[in-house]
C-alpha cells in the first residue's frame, strides 16, 4: 500500500501545472498519500461529532431559553433541580457539566435572580443546599410546553424511532463510561 502511495506522489509530483492540477491541489493530494497508515485515524472523531449534535439541538431550543430571559446554564440547573429535586452545588456541577468555579457564578445569579435559594446544612455550615424557588418551577411550567412542541417537531422530522435510537444510544455509551470510571 504505502509503495502504492508513493508511487502516485511521484506521479503527481510530475504533473503540469497548466492541466487544471493546481498547486494547492497538488499539495493537498500529497499530503494525504504520504500519510502512512499508522498516522491515520480509523474512527471518526465522536467528540467532535457530539459537539455538532448538541449544537444542532440547541439551534432549536436556545432561542425559547433565551426568550425567557435565561442562559443555557441556568436552565441546565433549573432542568437538574426540577428533575432531581434540591442537591449540593457539585452533584449539579457533575449532573449539568459545569465546572465548579463557574457553578458558584451561576448559582450566585440565579439566587439574586430569584431562580434558586440556597441553605446551609444545619450539621455543616460548609455545605450549601441548592432549591428551585416558585418563580423557577413556574418558569419550567411555563417553558415545558414549548418544549414538548420542539420536541414533537424534531420526531416529526426525524422520526420518533430515531429520537429513541439516540437516547438509547447516548444512555448506553454513558452508562459504558460510568462502568469504566470505577
Known amino acids: 500500500m504505502l509503495v502504492v502511495l508513493r ?3 511521484f506521479t503527481v509530483n510530475r504533473l503540469p501545472v ?3 492540477f493546481s498547486l494547492k491541489h497538488r499539495r493537498l493530494f500529497l499530503f494525504f498519500a504520504n500519510m502512512s497508515a499508522a498516522t491515520r485515524v480509523l474512527h ?5 461529532l457530539l459537539l455538532r449534535a448538541r449544537e444542532k439541538m440547541m439551534e432549536r431550543f ?5 426568550a425567557h430571559g435565561l442562559t443555557e446554564q441556568q436552565w441546565r440547573v433549573i432542568r437538574a433541580l426540577d428533575e432531581h429535586g434540591p442537591m449540593e452545588p457539585r452533584h449539579i456541577s457533575d449532573i449539568c457539566t459545569i465546572s465548579s468555579p463557574s457553578m458558584a457564578g451561576v448559582l450566585a445569579r440565579m439566587e439574586s435572580m430569584d431562580l434558586v435559594i440556597k441553605e446551609r446544612f444545619a450539621e ?3 455545605r450549601v443546599l441548592v432549591s428551585l424557588t416558585d418563580t423557577s418551577a413556574e418558569l419550567v411550567r411555563v417553558i415545558s ?6 420536541y414533537r417537531e424534531l420526531e416529526r422530522k426525524v422520526g420518533p424511532e430515531i429520537v429513541e435510537r439516540v437516547y438509547r444510544a447516548v444512555d448506553d455509551l454513558l452508562a459504558g463510561l460510568a462502568e469504566e470510571d470505577k
Do not use: F, V
Open 44 to 48: 471518526r472523531n465522536l467528540p467532535m
Open 7 to 9: 508511487l502516485i506522489s
Open 124 to 126: 455543616d455550615q460548609r
Open 62 to 66: 436556545r432561542p425559547l431559553i433565551t
Open 145 to 150: 410546553k414549548d418544549l414538548e412542541a420542539h
Open 18 to 20: 497548466d492541466r487544471g
